[in-house]
């Protein structure tokens, strides 16, 4: 859900030919992993300029050489959505590559389609959702604390929070919290990320475009359930960025650590509504005092 998430990783290859014959001597290249690949010529008519600052940038390159080794376990790892490769080049990003230059070179390389991933298969229950109240986006105004996640890992980051605020009749912005982990498994509070998102009419579900890492997200959100003292709410979604795939769904509630007496109910709603089971949903922490709430 709308996560820096599927971080997908920058190509190893960041000089091409026309890089070589610069006066400046570059530090070495790093080695590229067996996934994903690069089309050269592509490169090096869209993107040669941003290869460059980024074989130069020391985030950038570290992102690279961290992230490439993630891909090398892709066939050996067979947990669902491929959990262990992304929460590894999770861990690259966020340690190494939240400077513009490796945004701006990771956009070059998708927006031109120089580069290309190994697929995720989608696994979206979308034609068979049925929301069992006829909700909208504005049913999620305000702060809500994440409670439990279907993705293992980007619905289930510590201290997790989403906020939506409406900015005029037909936009919402968005803004999640959450902490995630580093390379050396230390947590780091994200609170930087800011998207906009449609006003719906109930029953409609919602369904935008975003940048985030250099990527495009398309993705679509359904509205499936809500308390009627309005305490919690439930959600599915699913999305698709370069040649990955994701669904995940949260619980989210009002305050920071909901009853568990509430999960009957809600764990029949999500049968009901897409077929999910609550007990395959992780448990996020939300005891951190990482946010002052």
Request: with cysteine.
């Amino acid at each position: 859900m709308l996560r820096p998430i599927i971080i997908a990783l920058i190509t190893a290859v960041l000089l091409v030919a026309s890089t070589a014959s610069t006066a400046r001597q570059l530090p070495k290249q790093p080695k590229l992993g067996i996934n994903p690949t690069v089309n050269l010529s592509c490169v090096e008519k869209h993107c040669v300029g941003l290869s460059a600052e980024c074989v130069l940038d020391k985030g950038c390159r570290e992102t690279v050489e961290c992230s490439s080794k993630c891909f090398h376990d892709w066939d050996k790892d067979t947990s669902p959505q491929k959990f262990v490769v992304q929460n590894c080049t999770n861990k690259c990003v966020f340690t190494y590559g939240e400077e513009e230059t490796f945004k701006d070179y990771m956009g070059c390389l998708t927006d031109n389609k120089c580069i290309s991933f190994p697929p995720i298969s989608s696994t979206c229950k979308a034609s068979s959702v049925k929301p069992v109240k006829q909700l909208s986006t504005k049913s999620f105004d305000g702060k809500w604390w994440v409670q439990r996640g279907y993705h293992k890992l980007y619905d289930c980051w510590p201290c997790q929070t989403i906020e939506l605020k409406q900015i005029n009749e037909t936009a919402w912005l968005y803004t999640p919290q959450y902490e995630t982990y580093l390379v050396n498994n230390s947590l780091t509070l994200v609170t930087n990320q800011h998207f906009v998102i449609p006003n719906t009419e109930p029953g409609e579900n919602i369904s935008f475009i975003y940048h985030d890492m250099g990527l495009v997200h398309s993705e679509v959100w359904w509205p499936l359930d809500k308390a009627d003292d309005e305490s919690w709410i439930i959600m599915y979604y699913c999305g698709t960025t370069a040649q990955w795939n994701y669904e995940g769904a949260m619980v989210m509630s009002k305050i920071r650590i909901l009853d568990l007496s509430t999960y009957k109910q809600i764990g029949a709603s999500y049968k009901q509504a897409v077929g999910l089971d609550i007990n395959d949903f992780c448990f996020t922490d939300t005891s951190s005092d990482c946010m002052n709430t």
